[in-house]
């Protein structure tokens, strides 16, 4: 069974941190693409970044710049480092995995405000 949990989220300042985590259990993680997505009430999901199995990343351009994603495959684990924050940014978090097949995560909530 092939599970996602994310974690890391939660209320944050403008301008501020978070880091999210996502670990995976049940795929042979160092072969998936993994990737955050985010979802804002009344907008459809949308790609954040990705990272492939060979480290190559890729940004949306509203994130270049103040995002980072990586990857631990020592630990089936990848991550978003979040900075400079702001309220758009508010949305709940998806971590995906993509190989032969896609696997989604639960979620996690992110809230950027004052």
């Known amino acids: 069974q092939v599970t996602l949990v994310e974690s890391g989220g939660g209320l944050v300042q403008p301008g501020g941190s978070l880091r999210l985590s996502c670990a995976a259990s049940?795929?042979?993680?160092?072969?998936?693409?993994m990737g955050w997505y985010r979802q804002a009430p009344g907008k459809q999901r949308e790609l954040v970044a990705t990272i492939t199995s060979g480290d190559m990343t890729n940004y949306a351009d509203f994130v270049k710049g103040r995002f980072t994603i990586s990857r631990d495959n020592t630990k089936n684990t990848v991550y978003v480092q979040m900075n400079s924050l702001k309220p758009d940014d508010t949305a709940v978090y998806y971590c995906?995995?993509?190989?032969?097949?896609?696997?989604w995560g639960q979620g996690t909530q992110v809230t950027v405000s004052s």
């Open positions: 049940g795929i042979t993680f160092r072969l998936y693409t």
């Open positions: 995906n995995a993509r190989y032969f097949a896609q696997h």
